[in-house]
């Protein structure tokens, strides 16, 4: 077997916070909802051009505490300069750490339900003297 990349990941969530996963989602990571097929679950597929790469599930059961059932979720991303504005501009707050061995920029925000997410710029870079966002 050879891993070729992440095909998706699967969040769940309480049907309280769905619309407000789904929102910042589609506005910050400019992810669409798109095609479904029929399960018994309820939720979203959110997509980047045909793939398929967030699952995000209503989950109300008792058993379900905290706010993810993941700690984190890294995502492959260009254009460094507008994401942050974009992320500045919907008040979202951010922190931001640059690996220089592997020449990497992050950008870690926090979703509706509480997961973290990590933002991967290659190559690409910008001050890193004020260590967070807004």
Same mark, same amino acid.
Request: hydrophobic share 40%.
């Given at each position: 077997?050879?891993?070729?990349?992440?095909?998706?990941?699967?969040?769940?969530?309480?049907?309280?916070?769905?619309?407000?996963?789904? %929102? #910042?989602?589609?506005?910050? !990571?400019?992810?669409? /909802?798109?095609?479904?097929?029929? *399960? +018994?679950?309820?939720?979203?597929?959110?997509?980047?051009?045909?793939?398929?790469?967030?699952?995000?599930?209503?989950?109300?059961?008792?058993?379900?505490?905290?706010?993810?059932?993941?700690?984190?979720? %890294? #995502?492959?991303?260009?254009? !460094?300069?507008?994401? /942050?504005?974009?992320?500045?501009? *919907? +008040?979202?707050?951010?922190?931001?750490?640059?690996?220089?061995?592997?020449?990497?920029?992050?950008?870690?925000?926090?979703?509706?339900?509480?997961?973290?997410?990590?933002?991967?710029?290659?190559?690409?870079?910008?001050?890193?003297?004020?260590?967070?966002?807004?």
């Amino acid at each position: 077997m050879i891993v070729t990349g992440l095909k998706h990941y699967t969040i769940r969530a309480s049907a309280e916070v769905i619309d407000q996963c789904v %929102a #910042f989602y589609t506005s910050i !990571l400019n992810l669409r /909802i798109g095609f479904r097929p029929p *399960l +018994e679950t309820s939720g979203f597929w959110l997509y980047t051009g045909d793939q398929p790469v967030l699952h995000v599930l209503i989950d109300d059961e008792p058993e379900f505490h905290g706010p993810s059932v993941l700690g984190s979720i %890294a #995502f492959g991303c260009v254009n !460094l300069p507008v994401t /942050i504005q974009r992320l500045e501009d *919907l +008040e979202i707050d951010y922190t931001k750490n640059y690996l220089a061995d592997i020449d990497q920029f992050q950008l870690f925000v926090t979703d509706p339900a509480g997961l973290t997410i990590e933002l991967n710029f290659d190559c690409e870079k910008i001050d890193t003297t004020d260590q967070s966002g807004t």
